[in-house]
DNA sequence: CCTAAAAGGATACATAATGTCTTTTTAGGG
DNA sequence: CCCTAAAAAGACATTATGTATCCTTTTAGG
């Protein structure tokens, strides 16, 4: 339960790449796939994700590649995530409560969305930046004291 | 991504049934199945797997059937998933960081860290006594504010 | 020894994950 | 205008996982 998929690994390994790079630097999916050792292939599928929704640019033909569509700064991991591997759903009643009948009186269902609320929290407060920075946010270290 | 199985939610189903019921009573495997609407034989699946690690007892022959292993409020919701669904394991990396050679430089490895830390945080808080009593804990409601 | 009930094992089917291959479109440059 | 580089699109192949059912074996009561 709860594991990224290989997918979305690529992902993030492909576009954390791009955001290393100057913001106008178009860069070759062969070399991104190269540098983030993933199949060229593959990581060409998911960049075409990236690229319907914005996540990057991509320009065909020679001279061709990708960039970031926006500043790392601007771009949360669990939009990554969320491109790649759907919304993050810990239980399906979560988005679909109708699909359950026993919804309406089930205590585990809350359970669930504050299961949700915290992994997208803790997603959101990533941005691609944070992650080619290599300056990763002073984690709340949330004890409960 | 994240999404917890149709045994893990059977599982749930299946344990707070028995959680609502005393103690000492033995209930039959196809009484619990019809009460939490899951089909039997997969419900004895599980349940199996529950019995080998004493989340639950069994009781073979006439007369049969299953009880708690341990009082409910000492039971976590964390304990009953991962019986099932195994660790919880948002990346590979978390529980195998020798698997992947850039865990040694990667940013996006604590991450994963972070939010399994998170979710079994969420799980280990709630008993089986609060599922089958309604009375869920009240929520940290964390707003960082 | 007969019956009830769980345990264990094998099997069937569907869906999703993980890629690869081929063809098409777009764009630059001589 | 053609040639080449590069991404887009779609079809396909393979494997792993999820979802379940069935059959046989073990255990226990009466
Ligand atoms: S029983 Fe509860 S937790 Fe399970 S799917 Fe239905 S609402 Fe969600
Ligand atoms: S690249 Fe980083 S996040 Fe991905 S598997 Fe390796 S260590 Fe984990």
Known sequence: MMELTRKG???IRGIVYLAGKPLDKVCLLSDIAAA???PPTFLAKIFQQFSKIGLVRSF???GGGFMLGR???NITLLEVVEAVEGPIIPNRCV?????CDRSSFC???PIWKQVQEQVCGVLTGVTLKDLSDGKIKPQPTDLAK
């Open 71 to 73: 500043a790392p700064e």
């Open 9 to 11: 690994e690529y992902a």
């Open 95 to 99: 988005c679909a409560p109708q699909d």
């Open 36 to 38: 983030v050792d993933v």
């Open 60 to 62: 065909r033909g020679t």
């Open 107 to 109: 205590n585990v269902h």
